[in-house]
């Protein structure tokens, strides 16, 4: 079951115990007072992941001939900052955007693609990292969830890892927030 680890400006996280991981499971959920495709134009713009991801060192967008790219199914790198003496992580992972036309959510799953494209030295591959995102209209707006499960490779303390993780989600759902005011994504209204 999911355990209430952390709230902050109206945003909450849980965690939980995940059999694919020796590391906990988290999601968070905080209301945006934007509309649906104003939240959904921030994730589809792969260089703001940086600005609102906790402890991420870099995004980019990945376009390679041996990933199948299209409007709705995109490539993101992401690299994380873990603090001394660890190494820095990143994956690969493979975003897929859909819409529920009759309730107008929009969810992106986004996991781990099994490479070594766009491999940096001194950096570790994370060998599973699945990422749900929810945005569900509600009358202040949106309805943010993010949920993510990961696997950090390497020898880490599980204990330290498992304590950072009840910052991540909050943190990552109220970096959305802060950027629903720039014009470029109001635009989506």
Do not use: H
């Amino acid at each position: 079951p999911w355990k209430k680890v952390n709230e902050k400006d109206g945003a909450i996280e849980w965690t939980r115990t995940n059999s694919r991981s020796s590391v906990d499971e988290y999601k968070a959920t905080c209301i945006v007072k934007a509309p649906v495709p104003v939240v959904e134009s921030i994730l589809r713009d792969f260089s703001a992941w940086k600005k609102f991801m906790f402890m991420t060192k870099s995004t980019e967008q990945v376009i390679d001939p041996s990933l199948k790219t299209t409007a709705d199914t995109r490539y993101i790198l992401i690299q994380q900052t873990f603090p001394w003496p660890m190494s820095n992580r990143d994956g690969l992972l493979k975003c897929d955007f859909s819409v529920n036309k009759a309730t107008g959510e929009v969810r992106i799953v986004c996991r781990d693609v099994d490479t070594t494209l766009k491999s940096t030295p001194g950096v570790i591959r994370m060998p599973l990292t699945d990422m749900l995102w929810v945005l569900k209209p509600v009358p202040e707006g949106t309805e943010l969830t993010y949920q993510a499960v990961a696997v950090p490779g390497g020898d880490v303390p599980t204990a330290a890892i498992n304590f950072l993780l009840k910052r991540i989600g909050v943190s990552t759902v109220l970096g959305v927030r802060k950027l629903i005011d720039d014009p470029k994504y109001q635009s989506k209204t």
